[in-house]
């Protein structure tokens, strides 16, 4: 029998081979595990709900709009940064309203000059804002240089939609820009400085009684609200009347300014039931 030299041990000078191709069994694959289940972020379902909140205020408004002469409303969340308008691109003649661009565009104009509010300044715009009175909103858009100085002012507060006219009552604007507007007086990075802030917030939260209406219905008891309305009998269209409303709601978690801009209402207790109703459904459905 022929045996192949080292392929026995018994040979001395033998070395051990290594064993070439053994076989070793191969583990059990793992079996496959599912990713666990995630839901929506909380972002996500936030979103989710803002979109129902808003499907369901457009279908309100709508109805109403459909019983009603025209109106639109826009909602500026300062809490959540968000915003809502219906009709937010259709221009209305201002009315009394315009007066708050005027009341901005002093402040602005005393600050520029480094200076307050002279005495004279203060009566006039106390009677603008508080009594809504004409003569002092006059003497006072005349002396910051009519039209084209509250049209500048209103350039610096980022107006991009509203129309100043000689006549100031029948300025034409739209209710994005009034919530613009309305944000400018409150914000703390903006135009306007700590000093004009708080003198505009007092004169607009203490209007005479008689026009404390409009926004100020959307506040629930213990919140604050500033408010300036306009109403005008517009000859142009057959004695009825222009209604509308500007302010803020404040307390709690809620910080929002609301505008609501109406016209053709027969009477103007039938237009401050529209602004109100408006600016009262903003709040059922978007909950703030």
């Known amino acids: 029998m022929l045996v192949a030299r080292g392929m026995t041990g018994d040979d001395p000078g033998a070395s051990a081979l290594p064993l070439v191709g053994t076989f070793q069994q191969a583990a059990a694959p793992s079996p496959a595990v599912s990713p666990t289940p995630t839901g929506p972020s909380p972002e996500e379902l936030a979103a989710q709900e803002r979109k129902k909140r808003v499907k369901a205020l457009d279908a309100a408004l709508k109805k109403y ?13 300062r809490t959540t940064g968000q915003t809502y308008s219906f009709g937010g691109d259709e221009r209305y003649e201002t009315a009394s309203v315009v007066k708050v661009q005027v009341l901005a565009c002093l402040l602005l104009t005393a600050q520029d000059k480094d200076r307050k509010v002279t005495g004279a300044e203060d009566a006039l715009a106390k009677k603008m804002i508080r009594l809504s009175d004409n003569a002092a909103t006059t003497s006072l858009f005349s002396r910051l240089g009519r039209a084209s100085a509250i049209s500048a002012c209103n350039k610096r507060l980022g107006l991009t939609q509203t129309k100043v006219s000689s006549s100031w009552g029948l300025t034409r604007t739209t209710v994005k820009d009034q919530v613009k507007l309305l944000d400018a007086l409150v914000d703390e990075d903006g135009e306007l400085n700590a000093s004009s802030r708080k003198y505009a917030n007092t004169l607009m939260s203490t209007v005479a009684e008689d026009q404390d209406w409009g926004v100020p219905a959307a506040a629930k008891a213990g919140e604050k609200a500033t408010v300036k309305n306009g109403w005008l009998s517009r000859s142009t269209e057959n004695g009825l009347w222009i209604i509308n409303s500007v302010g803020r709601v404040t307390g709690g978690d809620t910080d929002v300014s609301i ?16 602004v109100e109703k408006a600016a009262k459904l903003t709040r059922t459905h978007l909950k703030y």
């Open 65 to 77: 709009a459909a019983t009603v002469p025209e109106f639109s409303v826009a909602v500026l969340d």
């Open 259 to 274: 505008a609501v801009l109406s016209h053709l209402n027969k009477t103007m207790p039938a237009g401050i039931k529209v």
